[in-house]
């Protein structure tokens, strides 16, 4: 059973700074973030191929970068100049083409005080 297991998160000031992690189980093809916020849909932040090909939101270009360590199967994510709007809660995921899945983790909640 493939796990995906998320940690850090927190509470920061405006301007500050967080990084995130997810370490899967098993070796993905796709792995990356979304996020949601009270009252909203859940939103692609980032995602990251295998081979390091990345994509970003519009709203995080430039203040975020996602990184992943294959020999690990984890994924990063660093949060820089958070901003109150990025308060959500983050959901990492793993897509496993091969079995045609989508695993996902737990959700972090970060929070930005203004």
């Known amino acids: 059973q493939v796990q995906l297991v998320e940690s850090g998160g927190g509470l920061v000031q405006a301007g500050g700074s967080l990084r995130l992690s997810c370490a899967a189980s098993?070796?993905?093809?796709?792995m990356g973030w979304y996020r949601q916020a009270p009252g909203k849909q859940r939103e692609l932040v980032t995602s990251?191929?295998?081979?390091?090909?990345?994509n970003y939101a519009d709203s995080v270009k430039g203040r975020f970068t996602i990184s992943r360590d294959n020999a690990k199967n984890t994924v990063y994510l660093q949060m820089n100049s958070l901003k109150p709007e990025d308060t959500a809660v983050y959901y990492c995921?793993?897509?496993?083409?091969?079995?045609?899945?989508?695993?996902w983790g737990q959700g972090t909640q970060v929070t930005v005080s203004s």
């Open positions: 995921y793993a897509d496993y083409q091969a079995m045609g899945v989508r695993k």
């Open positions: 098993g070796s993905a093809n796709v």
């Open positions: 990251i191929t295998s081979g390091g090909t990345t």
